[in-house]
């Protein structure tokens, strides 16, 4: 029942950004078909004869492929940056409301968006720019509701202890997602690529609705509680952090009745203690070690998102792959991502710091770039590549915006305010998604890409190992205090 019950808040978290993350891969993976559908086919001779050309191009955005890569770009942009807003505002908002609310609006409102955008447009013939715009606005902001939720759920029901494997290990549902999302595409992308919208959308806003009927965001909603630690030290002892996380509802009874009859022995005229407040988010950007590690998020994650954004659109058009094994090869990077990401959190649970891991899979990353940068025309090798520079560079971009946030979101600075993971979190992944956004329509040209891939990914990579170099000398000064007290102990 223990396990059961622990496990089944872990799936709903997993399960929520999966899903978020295969809808937003679909855009990634359907651009070479959005491109030809927004840009004019070649005409032959006899075309004239039975189609006029303003009936041909009435459909069509662009006058060739470079304009409508272009506007694909700049949609990446804008939703990156209504991203990055809606970051710090539902940051805000799950502090303060119900995450089981949050999540479940941002799931299902972006669902809906994305089967306007993606299927119902293409049905009904609707090309529009500002349409796509506007609609992608909306898409980033209600996207921007979901992650800082899941992280502030699993910062509710797991404590210090493995947090770095654990949320290494769960917040590889970003590349499962775009796993998932790559095989739903390029299964019904011969269909046309509105019917990937409409897949992804479909299982997304189903998922909503599971997660409105059935997750439980924190132990307090079944009267347990669970003590509270961070990587810089606890902030609350609770007097029942002895007793089991879960167990069957009998336990939960006894749980209540003793707690109750300690109270009215013990106890018997202290008032009960009041909900910790939400911190605000100024207070929550001052905090040690936010402003850092958003900074070095801002860099790293330019280069993920470069990755996540145009590695399929590349491939399809550089190496001349069918759009559909392109979709499928580039699953390997996120598949380096997860194990990357695992890894490197067992190891910085096992040194008890998370700065040294971090900088060492940094530097290795600007080789793994450099490396892939010169890629073969050969699918093998560039699976291979494209792994290793997936588990040098999602590695660590997956413990910061997850273990490291939750490290952040309940440090001794938050003590007697506790609420403040969710806001934590929406400050280090929104200012990683300006640093994505600002990146974007350089990365549009399908001739340059891996150049600049390589260029600005290595000089990002580099970028982010600065901002964490102080933290670095931090902890590798801790480390040396505490083996010297070893050494006089002994």
């Not at 997304?204 to 599971?210: N, R």
Request: contains cysteine; glycine residues 10%; neutral net charge.
């Amino acid at each position: 029942m223990l396990c059961h019950s622990f496990l089944s808040k872990t799936a709903f978290c997993l399960s929520s950004y999966v899903l978020l993350h295969a809808s937003r891969k679909t855009f990634s993976n359907v651009k070479v078909s959005i491109s030809a559908q927004w840009t004019p086919s070649i005409l032959n001779d006899s075309s004239p004869a039975f189609s006029p050309g303003e009936t041909w191009q009435d459909n069509r955005l662009f006058e060739d492929e470079k304009q409508a890569t272009l506007f694909l770009g700049i949609l990446d942009s804008i939703f990156l940056f209504s991203y990055a807003l809606g970051l710090y505002l539902s940051g805000v908002i799950g502090d303060r409301v119900n995450l089981r609310y949050v999540l479940c609006f941002g799931l299902c409102g972006s669902a809906a968006v994305e089967f306007v955008f993606g299927t119902l447009t293409e049905w009904l013939h609707i090309y529009n720019l500002y349409l796509y715009s506007s609609l992608w606005v909306l898409n980033g902001l209600l996207q921007s509701a979901v992650w800082p939720c899941v992280v502030a759920v699993m910062g509710n029901w797991f404590g210090k202890a493995g947090r770095g494997f654990v949320f290494g290990l769960w917040s590889a549902c970003a590349s499962v997602g775009n796993i998932l999302g790559a095989f739903l595409a390029s299964s019904v992308l011969k269909y046309g690529y509105e019917y990937a919208f409409l897949v992804t959308s479909v299982v997304q806003f189903a998922g909503g609705v599971v997660v409105f009927f059935g997750l439980l965001t924190s132990p307090k909603e079944v009267g347990l509680s669970l003590e509270s630690e961070t990587g810089l030290g606890p902030i609350e002892t609770d007097t029942d952090s002895h007793k089991p996380l879960m167990s069957d509802e009998e336990d939960e009874v006894e749980v209540e009745v003793y707690g109750r009859r300690g109270q009215s022995v013990e106890q018997p005229v202290e008032p009960p203690a009041e909900s910790p407040q939400a911190i605000g988010f100024l207070k929550a950007f001052c905090l040690p070690g936010v402003l850092p590690y958003s900074l070095a998020y801002a860099c790293l994650k330019l280069v993920n998102y470069s990755f996540f954004f145009w590695l399929p659109f590349y491939l399809s058009n550089n190496y001349k792959w069918k759009e559909a094994q392109a979709d499928r090869l580039s699953v390997w990077y996120d598949v380096g991502g997860i194990i990357g990401g695992t890894l490197q959190g067992l190891i910085s649970d096992f040194m008890g710091k998370r700065a040294p891991v971090l900088v060492v899979s940094l530097m290795l990353a600007i080789g793994a770039l450099v490396g892939y940068s010169r890629s073969p025309n050969d699918q093998v090798i560039n699976g291979v590549l494209l792994a290793i520079t997936g588990f040098f560079i999602g590695g660590p971009s997956n413990i910061i915006s997850s273990a490291i946030s939750a490290d952040l979101g309940r440090q001794d600075a938050l003590r007697g305010s506790k609420e403040a993971l969710a806001t934590v979190t929406g400050i280090v992944d929104g200012t990683g998604s300006i640093g994505a956004a600002a990146g974007q329509v350089k990365m549009k040209k399908k001739s340059n890409w891996r150049i600049k891939q390589n260029e600005f990914g290595s000089m990002r990579t580099a970028g982010s190992i600065v901002f964490i170099t102080p933290l670095l000398v931090r902890e590798l000064r801790a480390m040396w205090t505490e083996r010297r007290a070893r050494q006089r102990q002994l």
